[in-house]
């Protein structure tokens, strides 16, 4: 099973490798693939879980706030995307199954620390949006150590009573879709090589 699950990576790596143009011209078009997969999640979050905030008066650093979010998280995507990379690479220079998946387990490291990204951009995005929408308003912009102590609230919140929070945690979970793709990728994998492993053992039996 372990060599199936090792064989499809290496078909996918080998296929990034034969199909990637080169690199000054495939990093824009990854980079603007993840700025509109992060402002599209944004909205998705925003619409399912918050459907009434456009309809507040806060709609306006609701509409700005996209584009923070898109190009952080683009940002942070692009370069983990070129760390998954170069973890498949080495993974598939294991010998031993516990070295393999030791490898590929770094990918849900990188999906924890996205989530600190993600706390990190709608605090110090949602600073800069309030401080550009009080130029066009007569309201007071919202200082960086605001911003923080609300985050912490929702995240405190969250975490003392998910049930009640449950919109927070839904919104994060939908933001944090771009960061898991590789971790999902790995476990479709893992799920495809377990399935042609059954098959053949079936048909040997047979």
């Not at 990190?120 to 605001?146: H, K, R």
Request: proline share 4%.
């Amino acid at each position: 099973m372990l060599q199936i699950w090792k064989t499809s990576l290496a078909e996918l790596l080998y296929f990034y490798e034969e199909r990637r143009p080169p690199l000054r011209r495939f990093f824009p078009w990854l980079f603007l693939f993840f700025i509109v997969l992060n402002a599209a999640c944004y909205w998705l979050a925003m619409y399912t879980a918050y459907p009434t905030y456009m309809e507040t008066p806060e709609a306006r650093q609701y509409l700005l706030l996209q584009f923070p979010v898109g190009f952080l998280g683009a940002l942070f995507d692009s370069i983990s995307f070129f760390i998954t990379i170069w973890i498949i690479r080495r993974a598939l220079e294991c010998k031993s199954t516990v070295e393999y998946i030791g490898h590929l387990s770094l990918d849900a490291v990188i999906a924890v620390i996205a989530t600190f990204w993600v706390l990190f951009v709608f605090t110090w995005g949602g600073q800069i949006v309030s401080s550009i929408d009080a130029l066009f308003s007569d309201s007071v912009p919202e200082t960086i150590l605001e911003r923080t102590n609300k985050t912490t609230i929702r995240v405190q919140q969250a975490i003392e009573n998910p049930a009640g929070n449950w919109r927070n945690i839904y919104f994060g979970l939908i933001m944090g879709v771009s960061a898991s793709l590789p971790t999902v990728t790995h476990f479709l994998l893992f799920c495809r090589a377990c399935l042609r492993s059954w098959i053949q053992k079936s048909k040997a039996t047979l």
